[in-house]
């Protein structure tokens, strides 16, 4: 059972705008910045977005990131057929001395 | 150009011990901000950090499993390395090392992960 809870899947066409979300608590989302991962089939997880809202080098801006309170979300425009993959949240929980936590994951389908 | 390696056994019998190294390069752990941690993804599941050790040797555990662990680094051959004792085949799972700064605190840079099965 993961700390921070994500529906387990989303879906969208070419071209659609989806969004997906992250809940967690006073302890972590609603104390820390929310990252966010994009997991490829098959491969390592890579960083997708940063403290909330930020872009590595490389990430188009088709992706975007907020938090609002102890919520954060996960938006993708202009969906693509390589969109597809598992995408995970993750903060910092100040609780127990401190420790990351991450999201269950969503797993998105371009249909 | 920033790399990590993981390396380890790919088979455990349960209730011995699993050491893995991550083997890095393109940055320094004696920069300061700079750490190194483990995630582990069981298979068909979701991530779950496991530790992390910092620039200071200020190091972090998974609440869940801090009994079980002890993270380490050195410097000197850019290395870090994980030590889970009483494995279980519920540990089997591909563990990842990556990158974090507390710049921004994420992990910016993941290997490319080493798959660990429990069994006998």
């Known amino acids: 059972q993961s700390v921070l809870t994500q529906p387990p899947s989303a879906s969208g066409t070419p071209g659609q705008r989806v969004a997906m979300f992250c809940f967690g608590s006073?302890?972590?989302?609603?104390?820390?910045?929310v990252h966010w991962y994009q997991q490829l089939p098959g491969t390592a997880p890579k960083l997708l977005i940063y403290?909330?809202?930020q872009r590595p080098s490389g990430v188009p801006d088709r992706f975007s990131g907020s938090k609002s309170g102890t919520s954060a979300s996960l938006a993708i425009s202009g969906l693509q057929s390589e969109d597809e993959a598992d995408y995970y949240c993750?903060?910092?929980?100040?609780?127990?001395?401190?420790?990351?936590?991450f999201g269950g994951g969503t797993k998105l389908t371009v249909l | 150009q920033i790399t990590l390696k993981e390396s380890g056994p790919a088979l455990v019998n349960p209730t011995l011990t699993l050491t893995l190294t991550c083997t890095f390069s393109?940055?320094?752990?004696?920069?300061?901000?700079?750490?190194v941690g483990w995630i582990r993804q069981p298979p068909g599941k979701a991530l779950q950090w496991l530790a992390l050790?910092?620039?200071?040797?200020?190091?972090r555990y998974s609440p869940s499993l801090k009994t079980r662990l002890t993270i380490t680094k050195d410097t000197s051959k850019n290395q870090v390395v994980l030590i889970m004792t009483d494995m279980d085949p519920g540990d089997t799972a591909t563990y990842y090392c990556?990158?974090?700064?507390?710049?921004?605190?994420?992990?910016?840079?993941w290997g490319q992960g080493t798959l660990v099965t429990v069994s006998s």
């Open positions: 403290t909330n809202n």
């Open positions: 393109g940055f320094s752990l004696s920069t300061s901000g700079v750490g």
């Open positions: 006073s302890s972590n989302i609603g104390s820390n910045t």
């Open positions: 990556a990158r974090s700064t507390t710049s921004h605190g994420a992990f910016d840079y």
């Open positions: 993750a903060s910092w929980d100040d609780s127990l001395n401190g420790h990351w936590v």
């Open positions: 050790v910092y620039w200071d040797d200020d190091k």
